[in-house]
């Protein structure tokens, strides 16, 4: 998901849940976090959120922005922009200030921006 | 070198108005007490000399536990700054009683094993003295497993284990991975991974697991690395393994981590990797 540029240019605090590990419990961060293996339980993070196209999460997630490829059987709570690439599934509700959604993203709950709820499901 | 404390110019520190001369305390290691090691030996006490920091010295030798002296000398003596002339080994050897007596670190790097002092930009031999009179001190984190302290990194190899992050989340990978718990890391060039900055109060744990990749390439195996800033941490191994701290075996199938923040006073150079 992830090209080696980008990976070169990160800097140390950052979380990187890598594919073949898998997390239980509640996660906290106080940085930027990226998920591409399993997670079971929540997560929180003040920083920003990527979640790659082999991530599978059952949990409730928070995070200040989020970039989705993989898969998030949970409540979605996203204080700034929220980004659900073509790969990625979401089976629970959703919240966002920004929401951008590509074509073939999978969608079933609720979504709501600035308090309204706007769709149930979307495909 | 005389075995006495001298120095026509000592460098002094200002504290609280009052005017305190630095001390210095060298701790030669064994092996740099071997014949190989005279000439740069000699080199490094006349500059030690020529700057004005020339200090008492202690010898360490098989039978001769650094601590005690050390411990001894800073508290009896009035040292104020302990300089480990040696390796990795060396640093080790003296961090306990360095951080317990709230002195200042410096390292002479001599032989091989020199990573600490490479991260802390300290060159090697006669030109670390140099560094050592510039005096530019660095508090940083110290890193600490099952009670032993550790400046760079514990590495756990390949095992089956459990990781209990701050008692509140557990990690598990799915396979044989290693694990290095670092406090102090910057990758080399061409090397993949994250800095460990020691000044951030957090231990990083990295694990690398294989995985089996799908597709075409079934059988092809993929590095996956998960890095994990934490402020302590327990890994439990299934099987007892053989771990190393700063390059120093340690054995067990428990490994209790957590974080002394900003407790070791180092003198570090301005090439300094952090």
């Known amino acids: 998901m992830f090209n080696k540029d980008q990976e070169a240019g990160r800097k140390g605090g950052e979380t990187i849940i890598a594919k073949g590990v898998k997390v239980e419990g509640d996660f906290v961060s106080d940085g930027n976090v990226i998920i591409e293996g399993e997670v079971n339980g929540s997560v929180k993070t003040a920083g920003h959120l990527e979640v790659g196209d082999s991530a599978k999460i059952k949990a409730d997630v928070t995070a200040s922005d989020a970039l989705v490829a993989g898969q998030i059987s949970g409540n979605l709570k996203v204080n700034g922009k929220l980004e659900l690439l073509e790969s990625s599934r979401v089976e629970g509700d959703i919240e966002a200030e920004i929401l951008s959604v590509a074509s073939g993203a999978k969608i079933n709950g609720h979504i709501t921006m600035n308090g309204k709820t706007s769709t149930e499901a979307v495909e | 070198m005389p075995t006495a404390a001298f120095g026509e110019t000592p460098p002094k520190s200002y504290v609280g108005g009052e005017i305190l001369k630095n001390m210095y305390l060298y701790v030669y290691d064994a092996f740099v007490q071997d014949h190989r090691y005279e000439k740069e030996i000699q080199k490094v006490e006349n500059r030690l000399t ?53 002195v200042v670190l410096g390292i002479i790097p001599f032989g091989s094993d020199n990573q600490i002092a490479t991260l802390l930009g300290l060159p090697e031999g006669e030109a670390a003295c140099d560094v050592l009179s510039a005096r530019i001190v660095e508090n940083i984190d110290v890193g600490v497993v099952n009670g032993k302290r550790f400046i760079r990194s514990v590495s756990i190899p390949a095992a089956k284990a459990e990781i209990n992050c701050e008692g509140n989340y557990k990690v598990t990978p799915q396979g044989r991975g290693t694990i290095e718990v670092r406090n102090l890391f910057v990758p080399s060039e061409g090397e993949r991974g994250l800095i460990s900055n020691p000044l951030d109060g957090r231990l990083e744990a990295v694990l690398q697991i294989a995985t089996k990749s799908g597709g075409l390439s079934f059988w092809k195996k993929i590095h996956g690395e998960s890095v994990l800033p934490l402020k302590s941490l327990e890994v439990r191994t299934q099987e007892t393994v053989s771990a190393f701290m700063d390059g120093v075996l340690i054995e067990g199938t428990r490994f209790d981590f957590s974080v002394e923040s900003k407790v070791l006073k180092v003198v570090t150079g301005k090439g300094r990797m952090f």
């Open chain 2, 50 to 102: 020529d700057l004005g920091i020339a200090g008492k010295i202690v010898r360490l030798g098989l039978f001769r536990r650094a601590d005690e002296f050390i411990r001894d000398e800073v508290e009896r003596g009035g040292a104020t700054t302990v300089v480990a002339v040696g390796n990795d080994t060396t640093v080790r050897q003296v961090i306990d009683v360095v951080v317990d007596t709230k």
